[in-house]
Every structure is written in C-alpha cells, then in structure tokens.
C-alpha cells in the first residue's frame, strides 16, 4: 500500500520536473527533482526488513543517485556536472557489487552482455568528437554502467531468486543504460527537451525498479 502512495506522489512530480526542464528553470527544478529523487531513496529503506548486503548496497547505490541528480540540476557547471557523473558512477559501482554478487553466467547474460558491450563501443565512438577533455571521465563512466547492466542479467540467470525481482533488475538497469544516452546526448550533442522527456521517466522508472527489488531478493 505504501509503495502505491509514494508512486501516486511521484507522478506529480515527475510532471512539474519535466515542466520546469522545459522553462530551464533551475529554481524549479530544486523545489521538485530531490523530492522526487527522495521517494527512490524512501521506497528501498521501507523495504529494509532483514540484514542483506544486497539491500544495503542498492539503498547506497539509491542515496548515491540522489546526489547526482542533484548535482545534474547544474549540468550547465562542469566542475558539478562531473562531481555529479563521479556520484552516479559510484552509484552504478553499487549497483554492479550487488548484482554480480548474486549472478550466474547463462544465456541471457552472454546476449545482453553483448549487445550492450556492442552499443557501448558505438555509442563513444559516436561521442568521442564532442567530449574535449570529458573523454575520459565519459569513457570509465560508459565501462561502469555497462558492467553494471551485464551484473543485472547475470542475476536473471539466478533462477533460484524470485522471478519478480530479477525482472524488476534487469528492466530496471537497462531502462537506466537507455535514459544515460539521452544525458550524453544533451550534455555533448544536442541540448533539447526531447532528450529529458524521453530520459526522465525512463531513468526515474528505472530507479523504482530497482528500489522495488530490495526485500525480494
């Protein structure tokens, strides 16, 4: 019940975010973004019922997150802009620890892994003319969130866990992998508000999923 209240609190919010990336207003998005951030935090905490390491590690990986989003507020800044990429990637760090520490090599690891290894590679060859010198903050940060997709499929291959909670890591981690492009995409390409609208929920979703999936494991 709760967790139905706290994403009925989240629509709202998510709204006023993407209405405030379109007015580009900074104010505006500090009255919403870590509120809305926050809930991600909260869903995962409410869910801390036994002394997993997994739950530990995704509930810092989620307080990590938190930081950058809000660093990211300021992607206009780039010394904040990468005191937030360097959050996000300790996050993603958690996230891997967790899920590899559970995972199996199978066939659904071997094909995500690469798959996504192969678009990673297109992706910074695509990048690599507009980073300057963010090439290789961008380059470890690609590294670590694809490792981290592949942790999440590897713990699908884990047929002991609950079929719930590894469908919830996986969907979750590669809706993270996707929402990261269109950040790359804003933040070195193209500034526009398709890139957060489309972004936004997907990375948000993400988040949630992965919350979620803290007390099924």
């Known amino acids: 019940m709760v967790h139905y209240i706290i994403l009925f609190s989240a629509l709202p919010l998510l709204s006023g975010l993407l209405y405030f990336e379109k007015k580009e207003s900074v104010k505006g998005l500090l009255t919403v973004k870590p509120l809305l951030s926050f809930l991600f935090v909260l869903s995962a905490f409410l869910q801390l019922h036994d002394q997993k390491t997994y739950d530990y590690l995704i509930l810092t990986g ?5 930081l950058g989003d809000i660093c990211l507020i300021f992607f206009f800044h780039k010394k904040v802009f990468t005191a937030g990429l360097a959050t996000f990637l300790a996050g993603h760090v958690m996230y891997t620890i967790a899920f590899s520490s559970l995972g199996e090599l199978g066939w659904v690891m071997i094909t995500v892994g690469a798959l996504c290894i192969l678009l990673s ?13 963010m090439r290789g903050p961008v380059l470890v940060y690609i590294i670590i969130i694809t490792a981290m997709v592949v942790g999440a499929a590897s713990l699908w291959n884990h ?37 957060r609208a489309i972004g936004l929920p997907m990375y948000y979703t ?8 803290v007390g099924l494991i």
């Open 62 to 66: 989620l307080i990590l997150c938190l």
């Open 121 to 133: 590679i297109i992706i910074f060859i695509r990048l690599k003319s507009h980073l300057g010198n």
């Open 159 to 195: 047929s002991a866990l609950n079929i719930t909670s590894r469908n919830l890591v996986l969907i979750g981690a590669l809706l993270f992998y996707i929402s990261d492009i269109f950040v790359a995409r804003h933040r070195f390409v193209k500034k526009e508000f398709l890139n």
């Open 206 to 213: 993400a988040q949630f999923l992965i919350a979620f999936s």
